[in-house]
């Protein structure tokens, strides 16, 4: 099995940072892309930002110039640097991973993180 354990939200004011870490546990692989969601009450999951193994970054437009992601390969290990946040910014953040526990046929799996939630005070 494989476990994704996000931590590092909280309440910040607007203006601030929060760094966000996913780790990854398990029978792992290898592990491709990891990235990073985010869920308001009544809207549906929207991506944020995603990074290969090789460190190849993709950001959607409300994370494109103040968040930044990046990761350790050697923890299995995805962080969020969300800086200049805005309340809008404000949603419970999920992390995945696409996860390899094997080297032959029918090894992949997607896994989820429980969710951090961020506030943004205004």
């Known amino acids: 099995q494989v476990h994704l354990v996000e931590s590092g939200g909280g309440l910040v004011p607007a203006g601030g940072s929060l760094r966000l870490s996913c780790s990854a546990s398990?029978?792992?692989?290898?592990?491709?892309?990891m990235g990073w969601y985010r869920q308001t009450p009544g809207k549906l999951r929207e991506p944020v930002a995603r990074?290969?193994?090789?460190?190849?970054?993709a950001y959607e437009d409300l994370a494109r110039g103040r968040f930044a992601i990046s990761r350790d390969n050697a923890k299995n290990t995805v962080y969020l640097q969300m800086d200049s946040l805005l309340p809008e910014d404000t949603a419970v953040y999920y992390c995945?991973?696409?996860?390899?526990?094997?080297?032959?046929?029918?090894?992949?799996?997607?896994?989820w993180g429980q969710g951090t939630r961020v506030t943004v005070s205004s």
């Open positions: 995945y991973a696409n996860v390899y526990t094997c080297s032959g046929f029918g090894c992949y799996e997607n896994h």
């Open positions: 398990g029978t792992i692989f290898k592990i491709t892309d």
């Open positions: 990074i290969t193994s090789d460190d190849n970054t």
